[in-house]
């Protein structure tokens, strides 16, 4: 029987690059200069966002910036540099990367991050040579909370939908890939993108850490 051929679609904040307590730090920044102490609920709601829409959070409901433009504006000032010259790999994924690049998985990236953070946090961590297409939300015009972003890396690669995995951190990006037909592999990064018994749950595969699975291991579990 002639093999199916796997495709794998990989978010980068939280899954492959350790840049999500950027993100977060940019939160209490922003929350700091509203005179507002945010709730884990409101983290939580925010890691659900795209830029824009968390700029328009920010603005609409704490009065903060001129504009929500302009509150992205004051993200860029921050975390263009952060990804360019600060963000590391996650333990174990450039070596987790290379052996599905060995076994001529082809990968690609969906991002809510844009690309004018991507493309130097890919070319600082030395993996964009791995991602035949690096996608952003803005690129597609739709948030995680809708698949349509997975659906176009699939496409790209030439993966049916049942063969496509993705691998996210953030349990409301699980539930979009799922509910969307795809398989998925929950993968820790911190509570309020999703507990591990919210992924362990939910996702088809749990990765509490690529140092504790390799390639050749995944791809025995995603044939099997």
């Not at 690049?101 to 030395?126: D, F, N």
């Not at 509910?179 to 309020?192: L, Q, S, V």
Request: one cysteine or more.
């Amino acid at each position: 029987m002639k093999q199916v051929q796997l495709g794998a679609i990989f978010d980068c904040d939280g899954t492959l690059i350790d840049s999500v307590g950027g993100w977060r730090e940019v939160d209490l920044q922003f929350a700091a200069m509203c005179n507002h102490d945010l709730t884990f609920e409101e983290m939580t709601h925010l890691s659900t966002l795209t830029l824009p829409e968390c700029a328009a959070y920010y603005h609409d409901n704490y009065g903060l910036g001129k504009s929500a433009d302009h509150v992205v504006q004051m993200a860029d000032e921050i975390l263009v540099d952060f990804y360019g010259s600060q963000v590391e790999l996650r333990p174990g994924v450039g070596d987790f990367l290379e052996g599905l690049a060995r076994a001529g998985v082809p990968m690609t990236m969906a991002s809510s991050s844009p690309q004018r953070y991507l493309q130097p946090g890919l070319s600082h961590t030395g993996i964009a040579e791995y991602f035949s297409l690096v996608l952003s939300t803005d690129d597609v015009g739709a948030p995680k909370r809708e698949p349509l972003i997975y659906q176009r890396c699939a496409q790209h690669m030439g993966t049916s939908v049942a063969s496509t995995w993705g691998f996210e951190d953030s349990i409301y990006a699980v539930r979009t890939l799922v509910n969307a037909g795809f398989k998925c592999a929950g993968c820790y990064d911190r509570d309020d993108s999703g507990t591990k018994e919210q992924l362990q749950q939910e996702a088809s595969l749990f990765i509490p850490s690529f140092e504790l699975i390799t390639a050749e291991e995944f791809l025995q579990r995603a044939r099997g």
